[in-house]
């Protein structure tokens, strides 16, 4: 492992963050930037961040469609790490400076009450070892310019994760037939999208067990009290500023988040 | 407006395309003056010539339902045809050797336990006069050379109506949240579409009651114990023989069958 790359390719994430400007993916700098190192690079930049006083509230699943692996090219699901600084409250404003081209995504959150430790966590062990099930919206986003990413850019970049909101009301997981939980999806009160929990490779228990599983890989547990998204039900829509979202999930209510007009 | 004569003969060209498995060429290639006024006066002929060959109306549906429809036919209001009773399929099996180039797509349709006489119909008026809410898979199998037509040709062609499935888990509207109902369909094990009944319209209720709405305006109505489709939640898939298509709705059960031919 290239510590110096490593460091140097997180470095060049937090300028983006910290100049509010995308810049150029890794996998240009560096065609030979492997996915491992990418995961390296997400982990650099959270233990930076942890170091600052940020805290650890769970893990985010992403690229769980078959239309955005196929997009990317890859065959499996990828994940990044939720912060206490990226939670946006239920219908709150998340002011626009605090993102570069965000894009909003409908999820179904799981809570867990016990660690799940892989390599054999199976679905049913999720369902088993998860508190709640709530709608959650995912406001992600991108440091790489244009969204100009390649799996082994958005894994540096921590999956493109950028903030979270929680909503509606908590429910047993055993309560719901997860992949045929329906969803809808509104910008400014139109709208944009629907879908159903299946979108997200089947069903999105199965998400977490991937991800329980795919953690094993780097020597981390998933954790009592932690949040996991589980995955987009549908396609991102693109927001901007002074854009309101709100989204309706079967059994499950509803949870919105508020785009600040941006700041001249 | 066209003559009465033009309408039987062009609605006797579709029954008679459909019942020998032959496409036609869109009407308004021929007769590019046909209006959606003129459409419908053709579908109500072709209604008459079905109901004289001793079919019954099993259904009333709608189509063009969803934004992306809407706006690739570049309208503002969806459509509606019927539905046969020959074309209520019971026994699992879509007989391709009957049907041109089929389509599946998967909707939620409506028992009514009361009248619905718009205009001003609107979206409670609908769940207050639903009995129940029923999956249903809708066959579509335009009788035009490639499924190419303007709105009033498919509005002549009945709507492209073929064949339909009805599931067998009926629901009191007031048990389910109807547009957040969750639908897969698969072909052949592969998850091919998916979505939530707000894909219609908002909401599927108010499908039912925009096609109340439209009724109105030629003085009719939906009656107590219609079945209503109220348009697809997912886009339409191509079908070819050997395909087992199966589709499973949140809260309503899931259908199934194949394609093959009999």
């Not at chain 1, 139109?190 to 780097?218: D, F, H, I, R």
Request: contains cysteine; aromatic residues 6%.
């Amino acid at each position: 492992m290239d510590i110096e790359k490593i460091t140097r390719f997180a470095d060049h994430l937090a300028a983006a963050s910290r100049e509010g400007v995308g810049v150029t993916p890794l996998t240009l700098l560096d065609p030979q930037f492997s996915e491992i190192e990418a995961y390296h690079v997400q982990l650099k930049t959270i233990e930076r961040k942890v170091k600052e006083g940020a805290r650890i509230t769970g893990k985010k699943i992403g690229l769980t469609s078959r239309a955005m692996q196929t997009l990317l090219g890859v065959e499996q699901p990828d994940y990044g790490h939720l912060l206490d600084d990226m939670v946006v409250e239920n219908n709150g404003e998340l002011p626009f400076e605090h993102v570069l081209s965000p894009k909003v995504e409908a999820e179904i959150a799981f809570l867990l009450k016990r660690d799940l430790e892989g390599p054999h966590v199976t679905t049913y062990d999720v369902l088993m070892a998860t508190e709640y099930v709530m709608p959650a919206l995912e406001i992600v986003d991108s440091r790489i310019a244009n969204w100009q990413i390649k799996l082994e850019d958005t894994v540096a970049d921590n999956a493109s994760s950028g903030f979270y909101v929680l909503g509606g009301h908590p429910v047993k997981p055993q309560d719901l037939d997860l992949p045929l939980v329906g969803m809808a999806l509104y910008k400014n009160q139109q709208l944009v999208n629907t879908g159903v929990g299946a979108a997200a490779l089947g069903n999105p228990a199965s998400c977490v067990a991937w991800l329980a599983n795919k953690l094993y890989e780097l020597g981390i547990t998933l954790k009592a009290g932690e949040i996991i998204l589980s995955g987009a039900l549908s396609a991102a829509v693109e927001a901007k500023p002074g854009d309101v979202f709100h989204t309706q999930l079967a059994g499950l209510g509803s949870v919105g988040v508020r785009f600040g007009e941006k700041k001249t | 407006m066209q003559s009465e004569l033009l309408y039987k003969r062009l609605a006797q060209k579709l029954v008679d395309a459909e019942l020998n498995r032959e496409v036609v060429v869109k009407l308004t290639a021929e007769y590019p003056e046909l209006t959606v006024e003129d459409g419908y006066r053709i579908q109500n002929e072709l209604v008459s010539l079905k109901l004289e060959q001793g079919h019954r109306i099993f259904a009333s549906k709608m189509g063009l339902t969803s934004q992306a429809k809407m706006k690739q036919m570049n309208v503002h209001e969806p459509i509606r045809g019927y539905i046969f009773d020959y074309m209520n399929i019971e026994d699992g099996i879509l007989p391709i050797n009957e049907l041109i180039h089929p389509k599946v797509e998967a909707e939620i349709a409506f028992v009514l336990h009361e009248d619905l006489e718009g205009p001003g119909i609107t979206e409670a008026h609908v769940l207050a006069a639903t009995d129940y809410v029923v999956p249903a898979l809708e066959i579509i199998d335009s009788r035009y050379v490639q499924f190419q037509f303007a709105l009033p040709d498919v509005i002549a062609d009945n709507t492209s109506s073929s064949r339909v499935f009805i599931g067998s888990t009926w629901r009191k509207p007031n048990e389910l949240e109807i547009d957040l109902v969750g639908v897969t369909l698969s072909i052949n094990g592969e998850l091919k579409d998916l979505g939530a009944g707000a894909a219609v319209l908002g909401h599927p209720a108010r499908s039912v009651a925009m096609l109340a709405n439209m009724l109105a305006r030629e003085g009719r109505k939906l009656h107590k114990g219609d079945l209503i489709l109220s348009g697809g939640i997912t886009g339409s898939h191509q079908l070819r023989e050997g395909d087992v298509v199966s589709a499973k709705w949140g809260g309503l059960g899931s259908i199934e069958f194949v394609v093959k031919t009999r």
